[in-house]
């Protein structure tokens, strides 16, 4: 069983292509595999840190891995296991529809609204904001080097919004024609936002411009204070044609926006500005485990 653990988190580490509630379900459902199959606690204990440590920029997973050592520290049992996974899950899904009815609400008024990469929340609230006779247009950027925008636009097009695609550059260049910006989060920490690359200048011109910066993040998206931000290593320079042997390739996926610069986050409880977000993660507990990782 061991082995098809590592196997799950593998494909987790290795997946270019899900976003994080993706991954961190299916982070989810392989320790309840290993759960049902009676593995040991100190395997579990070794798949946690594995997850913690496979998507560093996806504060989700490492969540997940935080409540599960705190979990076998108090009931390492199948069952205690089996119900922490599944009612992780669930606090996802209330989440997430949670935060898509106050994201309707942002969205109300905008004839423009700018977003960045690809984020389901992001997309669900568009398509359900749509639905209820909000019109508007929605402006996707590219989000290279994986070009997730494009199957944002691709997939609100398709459901009648209308929609502009627009190379990454030009998000500044086209703020003053934009309402607002609406976006994910792959995590929220007390050192900033970490979204797809390409956020942080869009942050910045957004504020030149007064225009309204919102992200929606559930509260599993958020790391506890403790947790600096690790930087991620350089990409394969073959995404952004970097074959010239002369020079280096500079591919990151993920950049971390400054607090000042975000206007809101929406939670599931309540839309937080930088105090408040510093609030939610100093309630968070670190597993003494997970300590010497994150210093």
């Known amino acids: 069983m061991a082995e ?5 988190i593998a494909e987790i580490r290795n997946d270019s292509v899900h976003g994080a509630t993706f991954l961190t379900k299916k ?7 290993a759960a049902v199959a009676g ?10 840190l594995q997850i913690a440590a ?11 891995a935080n409540g599960l050592l705190f979990q076998l520290d108090e009931d390492a049992g199948r069952d205690a296991v089996i119900a922490y996974c599944d ?11 949670s935060v898509l009815e106050s994201g309707i609400e942002r969205i109300a008024g905008a004839r ?3 977003t960045h990469s690809y984020s389901s929340l992001v997309c669900e609230t568009l398509l359900a904001a749509a639905g209820r006779g909000e019109r508007f247009r929605v402006v996707c950027t590219e989000s290279r080097p994986g070009n997730e925008g494009v199957a944002l636009a691709e997939r609100v097009c398709k459901a009648g919004i209308e929609t502009s695609l627009a190379i990454d550059a030009s998000a500044g260049f086209m703020m003053q024609r934009i309402d607002l910006v609406l976006l994910g989060a792959d995590g929220v920490g007390r050192f900033g936002l970490v979204h797809k690359m390409g956020t942080y200048p869009i942050a910045l011109a957004a504020r030149e411009s007064q225009v309204p910066f919102v992200s929606l993040a559930t509260s599993e998206k958020f790391w506890p204070a403790e947790v600096r931000y690790v930087s991620e290593p350089s990409k ?3 995404e952004i044609g970097g074959k010239n042997v002369c020079f280096d390739a500079i591919n990151l996926y993920f950049d971390v926006t400054p607090l000042r610069l975000v206007d809101t986050v929406v939670t599931e409880e309540s839309a937080l500005e930088a105090g408040g977000i510093l609030d939610l993660c100093g309630s968070k507990p670190l597993h003494p485990l997970l300590k010497k990782s994150v210093g």
């Open 236 to 238: 394969p320079s073959d």
């Open 4 to 8: 098809r653990i590592d196997a799950h």
């Open 39 to 48: 593995s040991q606690e100190k395997t579990l204990r070794k798949a946690a």
């Open 27 to 33: 982070a989810l459902a392989a320790i309840r595999e």
């Open 87 to 97: 009612a992780f899950a669930e606090s996802m899904d209330r989440a997430a529809a």
């Open 54 to 64: 496979a998507r560093p920029m996806m504060a989700s997973l490492f969540n997940v």
């Open 112 to 114: 423009t609204v700018l």
